[in-house]
């Protein structure tokens, strides 16, 4: 068959009977081939129609109120030669203004001027700059930023950094409650140098004085350190963990108590050791789960440059009862070889603190592409917390790892921002968290344009990776046959799960790294809901042909995300079923191949179960089936057959 185009909004059926030959055989001849010409033309010019079944769908916070919203950090500090970096990552399609918050340590307020971040676009606000202007006493503190939208529709990350030490610190924003909902904090984390300084680095987020009543502990070292703070309206306290104790100890834990409300509190540890150039982030967890399991994405094995790497996971057992923990690294190699590394098991005490065994020298290999990490333990959801990274031999490449309980988080999706510098890239990684395949699709925007992945399919627990200086640099093609300007330098990662009951079952985060200098940060922010089902079509829309002409038909979809962004044209990830409103003028097979058997006309059609969301009345996302249908109209026309001399008058 030949492609033509005609409008999908209205299928016409005709059956074109045969002339007959008045005029000499060669004058039909010459005037069919100019008609066939002149249809094709015309037809051919309104091509792409698109005939959805369903009204389109709004995105699943549709109805959401864009209402004053409050995302809350920790601490941010501007001594000691560091520079801190407020990231602002807009996941919606319209531009919004921030305004940023700076809390003295103290917890006096500076409001900035309001800051502009365009539609599914990135920027960076200099706090240092910031502080500058709000006075001596602001050098160190708390922050905040407030904006008018729907829930993280405006994503926000921290990023602390001397370049010159090759320190950095990371920390990811919520809205208050959203991190910590109960009044007990829990952390563990592993001391890998002797030496190391470690600060637990507490914060009152609201206006009302709160009391924090808690303890650190010291695996090795049979000791602990109090600690008790009464924090006044947004202060801070640095709390510096005895240097005796640490310098005793393989790995620590932190608890805190407080009795302010939901969310009042928020807590971070900072570990650093100044003459390695080695630090790291360790976050607070929240007690409790849905399931007993951990998982990470994106754990760096091998060296770089020549520097070796080790995985540092600390474990610790919160609950009352016994636990045993179980853990594996999935990984997949260069050579596209795939494989699990079990590492050996450990029991744990109620309260107790365990490293578990790296040693295996498989983790030390340098073919690997990438790689995961899974924890699993006995006992009830969110019993046994963890931490891991990867810790280079001299100390100066650290790779932090969150750990997250899959069916924890908001949903299967990510909006990350992303930069690419003079020597460093963001790398986005995405793991496949169920013992079944699981698709996805990417995109990456840029002004002026967006790189598509397509829909890809990721094997039970593994790990996707997608470096984007990598995408820029070797002009890779997207799944539109676009290649990203050489000369972009920022934009904004989205990506979602597609399937029915897919959602929570893939985590992902972004790692900005900068190997040259030797650091590397963590953002990680999701949606309310996964992508949903927008319109389909099936191309071409229309054909015209002859009796034995062949089309290969193409069905696809368009899916929204919560903000209402709607992203491109891309294939249908459920089986299809093909069919033809008339078998004995075109057939089609399973795989979507038509063949035209006689004159007349049909319509081909395609038909998928696609996969709609929306909150319930708690604010959970749930998944219902969005059966679909598109179609694509022909008709095939007698062939004119020449034969015997042929004479014109």
């Not at 010159?164 to 208050?176: A, G, R």
């Not at 968290?433 to 627990?461: C, D, H, M």
């Not at 899916?559 to 057939?587: E, H, K, L, M, R």
């Not at 929306?614 to 095939?636: I, Q, R």
Request: aromatic share 8%; proline share 6%.
């Amino acid at each position: 068959m030949r492609i033509l185009s005609l409008p999908a909004s209205f299928v016409k059926f005709s059956i074109r009977s045969k002339q007959s030959l008045l005029l000499a055989v060669a004058a039909v001849s010459v005037i069919a081939i100019l008609l066939a010409v002149s249809i094709f033309v015309a037809k051919r010019s309104s091509a792409h129609g698109v005939s959805p079944t369903k009204k389109k769908q709004q995105g699943c916070c549709a109805d959401d109120p864009a209402i004053l919203r409050r995302m809350v950090g920790t601490y941010y500090t501007t001594e000691d030669g560091f520079q801190s970096t407020l990231v602002l990552n807009n996941k919606g399609p319209n531009q919004i203004a921030v305004t940023p918050i700076l809390h003295s340590e103290s917890g006096q307020t500076f409001t900035a001027s309001p800051v502009a971040v365009g539609g599914q676009s990135s920027s960076e606000v200099n706090l240092n700059l910031l502080a500058s202007i709000a006075g001596a006493q602001f050098r160190s503190g708390s922050f905040e930023f407030t904006y008018e939208g729907r829930l993280l529709e405006m994503g926000g990350g921290l990023r602390i950094v001397n370049a010159e030490k090759s320190l950095i610190f990371d920390e990811q924003l919520l809205e208050p409650g959203m991190k910590f909902p109960s009044s007990r904090l829990e952390t563990v984390y592993a001391v890998p140098f002797e030496e190391s300084q470690i600060s637990v680095i507490v914060t009152n987020t609201t206006a009302q004085p709160i009391l924090v009543d808690g303890d650190a502990i010291f695996a090795g070292a049979n000791g602990h350190h109090p600690i008790m703070e009464n924090l006044g309206p947004y202060e801070t306290q640095v709390v510096n963990l005895p240097r005796g104790l640490v310098k005793k100890a393989s790995a620590g834990a932190v608890s805190l108590n407080h009795n302010g409300g939901k969310g009042a509190l928020l807590a971070i540890v900072h570990l650093r050791d100044d003459d390695r150039g080695y630090s790291e982030t360790v976050n607070f967890t929240n007690p409790g789960g849905k399931i007993s399991e951990r998982h990470g994405a994106g754990l760096r094995l091998g060296s770089v440059n020549n520097d070796p790497l080790k995985p540092v996971i600390a474990v610790r057992n919160i609950g009352d009862s016994a636990s045993t923990v179980t853990a594996i690294v999935p990984y997949s190699k260069q050579d596209g070889g795939t494989g699990t590394i079990a590492l050996p098991p450990v029991s744990l005490a109620p309260g107790e603190i365990k490293l578990l065994n790296t040693s295996n020298p498989q983790l030390r290999r340098n073919d690997f592409d990438t790689a995961g990490l899974e924890i699993k333990y006995t006992g009830a959801p969110g019993t046994v917390i963890a931490s891991a990274s990867s810790v280079s031999q001299s100390g100066n490449y650290v790779f932090a790892l969150p750990m997250k309980d899959p069916q924890g988080g908001l949903s299967s999706t990510g909006g990350y921002p992303w930069f690419i510098g003079m020597s460093s890239s963001t790398v986005v990684f995405i793991k496949n968290t169920t013992n079944e395949p699981r698709i996805f699709a990417l995109n990456l925007v840029y002004a002026g344009g967006q790189w598509g992945s397509g829909l890809k399919t990721i094997a039970p627990g593994q790990t996707f990776k997608l470096d984007v200086r990598e995408v820029r640099d070797s002009q890779m093609k997207g799944s539109d046959g676009n290649m990203m300007p050489l000369d972009v330098i920022s934009g904004h990662v989205n990506w979602s799960v597609r399937g029915k009951q897919g959602n929570k079952t893939l985590i992902g985060r972004a790692l900005m790294v900068d190997i040259v200098n030797g650091l590397a940060s963590t953002y990680e922010c999701q949606l309310c809901c996964p992508r949903n089902f927008y319109d389909s079509r099936l191309m071409p829309g229309s054909v015209s042909g002859f009796p034995g002409d062949q089309q290969q038909f193409l069905p696809q979809e368009r899916t929204q995300d919560c903000y209402g962004n709607i992203w491109p044209w891309d294939g249908p990830y459920a089986s299809v079923f093909f069919s033809s409103d008339n078998y004995s003028v075109a057939t089609i097979n399973s795989g979507g191949l038509g063949t035209a058997l006689a004159p007349g006309s049909t319509t081909i059609r395609a038909s998928w179960d696609s996969v709609r969301y929306f909150k319930d009345a708690t604010g959970n996302c749930l998944e219902e089936p969005a059966p679909t249908e598109c179609m694509s109209f022909c008709d095939v026309a007698p062939r004119v057959t020449i034969s015997g001399p042929t004479k014109l008058w």
